[in-house]
């Protein structure tokens, strides 16, 4: 499954999470770092839920980026 993260800087380097998973979140200190948690994250997420017993949730989330002038 391909899920959306959004990465944000912070005061201490950069955090992300994931709208279709609640509560996956990861931190690092360069974006490259906090990706690379992510997935891990999301994983080990999926995995959780899984041995639960729980659903895993569809990707549904999606971005774009659209110009406007400033």
Known sequence: MKYLIVIEPS???YSAFSPDLDGCV???ATA???EK???EAIAFH???LRSEGLE???PK???TYVTVAA
């Open 11 to 13: 005061e201490t380097g």
């Open 26 to 28: 990861a931190a690092g």
């Open 32 to 34: 490259e770092e906090v």
């Open 37 to 39: 948690r992510m997935h």
């Open 46 to 48: 999926i995995e959780g």
């Open 56 to 58: 895993v949730p569809e």
């Open 61 to 63: 989330t999606r971005a």
